[in-house]
């Protein structure tokens, strides 16, 4: 019944065309980065960079536009033992039908020629039309029938049997194109960071400078709360001046800091009536006096410094490290405008800050909430959310810098509920 099809899914083992793919790329993608714009973009915006370049698009069919021509044809029955040709040798045709049975797809087509892990005894039957110009390809398949000895439901069957065994390849295909594509990101951040390494060790650049913060050691640990709960985009040009590295704080001490907001805060929830009469720079000195139980500074500034209104910094020259800002909820609109107040003050590669939210009004607290992370979301410089960092009431994001495209910072949200409903 099936004329004129090729084994689909035989020419060798997809595992070993990932891992080759694997190997053979990603180190050359990574060393082809100028030097400079390695140092000065994003790790994250050079992984995204190179994934795009490298990942593979999985097989999908699209059979919500398949097509299906009938026409008549001549099918040569010679090998039908059924058939007495009275000693006749050679070809023998008789009057017959052919089915093209047409899907589009969209995806990688070079995936059609190898085994995925998941397969069967038995591969499917067709011919792969190559995609062309802004044309999907398609996968098609043929069926014959001599009118003679024509069984439909048999005919139906086959036909059945193959788009099923057509869609199983695809779908373990597709399975094992996930999983590469995960591996695939890892194997990027893996090799992005050696040569990183690589370059500090030859060049003596250290990719970030540490502000380093004295520990006070008579200050109370803080002990954890049991809370319930393919474009390829190009990389920004390194800057003219190249690349310089700048001061941050390390992602231990960042954590802490966040550790000893998130203490205070919760202080403030457990009785709210007696602080929900308090205006924002009164809840950020108290606050400012939590930090500085734990942290003791010297005459370099590196240490919590009470600068404006509202807001908390750690400070080098003229220029914040990190950035707490301390607001009122009064709606979408002005937690916008405190995202942005926030994002400008902060001018540092790699920059990590705070935005500590205090409800005082507003009873529906999970509406809040709602709005808050609408806004994160939605933020014209928002680049990507922790998910690992999602705690209830708060949110840690990775925001584009306003002013330079190479940077990005990073900010954590708390919200805390001072509402009151006893006054």
């Known amino acids: 019944m099936i004329e004129g099809n090729n084994e689909l899914f035989a020419s060798g083992y997809l595992y070993d065309f990932l891992r080759q793919n694997q190997q053979s790329q990603i180190g050359p993608a990574v060393d082809k980065i100028p030097k400079e714009q390695l140092l000065a973009t994003p790790e994250s915006d050079v992984v995204e960079h190179i994934f795009a370049q490298l990942s593979i698009e999985p097989l999908i069919l699209h059979e919500d536009r398949m097509e299906t021509t009938e026409e008549e044809t001549k099918v040569e029955v010679s090998r039908d033992w059924r058939r007495d040709f009275n000693h006749h040798r050679g070809t023998f045709y008789v009057p017959g039908c052919k089915i ?43 069926f014959c029938c001599p009118i003679d000895t024509l069984d439909e439901q048999r005919l139906k069957n086959e036909i059945e049997r193959q788009l099923n065994l057509l869609r199983s390849y695809v779908k373990s295909s597709t399975q094992d194109i996930h999983n590469y594509n995960i591996g695939l990101k890892e194997s990027i951040e893996q090799h992005i960071k050696a040569r990183q390494e690589r370059i500090s060790k030859t060049e003596g650049l250290a990719s970030r400078l540490g502000l380093t913060l004295k520990r006070n050691p008579d200050a109370p640990p803080i002990e954890p709360l049991r809370l319930k709960r393919k474009l390829v985009r190009p990389l920004p040009p390194p800057p003219d001046s190249g690349f ?7 992602e231990e001490t960042y954590e802490h800091i966040l550790g000893v907001i998130r203490h ?6 457990t009785t709210p009536a007696t602080f929900k009469s308090l205006g924002e720079e009164d809840l950020r000195n108290i606050l400012l006096a939590h930090l500085n139980g734990h942290y003791e500074g ?29 607001k009122i909820w009064r709606g979408p609109k002005e937690f916008r405008s405190a995202i942005d107040q926030l994002l400008n003050y902060l001018t540092w ?3 990590k800050a705070s935005l500590v939210v205090f409800n ?9 909430l709602s709005d808050i992370s609408k806004e994160l979301s939605e933020h014209k410089l928002f680049k990507k959310e ?38």
């Open 100 to 142: 093209c049975i047409a899907i589009p797809f969209t995806g990688d087509s070079d995936l059609w020629m190898y085994t995925p892990n998941n397969a069967g005894l038995t591969c499917p039957y067709g011919n792969v039309r190559q995609p062309h110009g802004n044309r999907a390809g398609s996968v098609e398949m043929t």
């Open 244 to 250: 310089e590295p700048e001061p941050g704080i390390e």
């Open 264 to 269: 205070g805060l919760r202080t403030f929830e």
């Open 298 to 326: 010297d005459a370099t500034g590196e240490t919590f410094r009470n600068k404006g209104k509202t807001d908390i910094r750690i400070e080098d020259g003229n220029r914040a490290a990190f950035v707490a800002e301390c």
């Open 349 to 351: 590669r790699d920059c």
């Open 360 to 368: 005082k009004e507003v009873k529906g607290f999970s509406k809040v």
């Open 386 to 423: 922790f998910a690992d960092q999602k705690r209830e009431a708060e949110w840690r994001f990775v925001f584009r810098s306003a002013e330079d495209e190479l940077r990005e910072v990073i900010v954590h949200i708390f919200v805390a509920n001072l509402f009151s409903s006893g006054d």
